[in-house]
């Protein structure tokens, strides 16, 4: 049996660089040549602060992009040589959630990278129904980002964001970023963002946001209410997973305003109850996308230039660098470091 090296987690703090076998699709499965993997938060957490909701031993990577080359037994071989996104979450087809087709809620979910073999490797076999399309238009690296991408674009779907509102983004990472571009595309009119590192700063400015503010300044706070006329923001959307973040969000919120949360957080939200009582904020928790809708809505968006995902990718590396320079190097520091990819 011929092997490949991966990137593998085999516990907390335990991740190495080692030889596994080839991937074989097994029925209504295809084999993906891995063209780029990026690295995730949630990889860190698991190797820093899991396992949580993965299962070592298993190959890492679920932000992955590349070709069919492979189907399983009576699989569709014209999809050989298709360039493909993968949805990492999978799901059972016949819970109650399944059956009203809300796929990413499924009662027994399964996830690529986390509970079966990922993209940190050459190949990945996946279930054909994960491998979306990519349009000859989108850049296959850059195809890569469209997992966070489409949290991004779920968030901003179910805020029910209207041409013309108000927006505060918390944080300028991947999810932040993305959520810029989505948020004007989708009409906002003003966009404030905090973030307090200079290359993410500048990167949010560059997608569109009005102003880019510290979020350590105790005047951030002030001049948001200021601008909006003591009024406050109509929608928030916090990717910070920060308690500061989280309660600056609600103090910029106008009353029955929108709070989207769709960060992890290390530990329990404190939450004023009193403080916000009074103003009748709608807290919305968001969690994945709608993967069938999503991520082809999200790929349309960057085949015709309306998000770019390209200026987000600070570095590419090999196989053979991906520990050390990329999940290391992103938990030293993410300041100046936002999306790393692996190359296999």
């Not at 850049?139 to 041409?163: G, K, N, Y």
Request: some cysteine.
């Amino acid at each position: 049996m011929s092997r490949m090296d991966a990137i593998v987690l085999r516990g907390n703090k335990d991740v190495v660089l080692e030889s596994v076998p080839d991937p074989a699709p097994q029925v209504d499965e295809v084999l993906v040549e891995v063209a780029a993997t990026g690295l995730c938060g949630t990889d860190l957490h698991e190797y820093a602060a899991g396992p949580t909701f993965s299962q070592p031993p298993v190959v890492l990577g679920h932000e992955v992009s590349g070709r069919i080359v492979d189907v399983g037994s009576g699989g569709d071989r014209s999809r050989i040589g298709e360039a493909v996104v993968v949805v990492p979450m999978d799901f059972c087809g016949h819970c109650h959630y399944c059956a009203r087709a809300l796929y990413h809620l499924c009662a027994a979910p399964g996830w690529v990278g986390f509970t079966r073999n990922g993209g940190l490797a050459p190949y990945t076999a996946v279930p054909s129904r994960l491998a979306i399309p990519v349009p000859d238009a989108v850049d296959l690296e850059a195809a890569a980002l469209t997992e966070p991408t489409a949290v991004a674009f779920h968030a901003v779907r179910r805020a029910d964001l209207r041409v013309g509102e108000t927006v505060l983004v918390l944080g300028a990472g991947p999810l932040g970023l993305a959520v810029i571009q989505c948020a004007r595309a989708a009409g906002a009119a003003r966009i404030y963002v905090t973030e307090g590192s200079p290359v993410r700063a500048g990167l949010a400015r560059d997608f569109g946001a009005t102003a880019v503010l510290d979020p350590h300044d105790p005047g951030t706070t002030a001049r948001i209410i200021d601008e909006t006329r003591g009024t406050g923001v109509d929608v928030v959307f916090h990717a910070a997973g920060s308690p500061d973040a989280f309660a600056q969000g609600l103090d910029c919120l106008r009353k029955q305003g929108r709070f989207m949360e769709m960060s992890s957080w290390a530990g329990a939200a404190p939450l004023d109850v009193n403080r916000n009582l009074i103003k009748e904020p709608q807290l919305r928790l968001v969690f994945g996308y709608d993967m069938f809708d999503d991520f082809p809505a999200v790929l349309a968006l960057m085949a015709e230039g309306t998000v770019a995902l390209e200026p987000q990718i600070t570095a590419r590396v090999p196989l053979d660098k991906g520990i050390e320079e990329g999940l290391v190097a992103l938990l030293d520091s993410r300041e100046d470091r936002i999306k790393i990819l692996v190359k296999p």
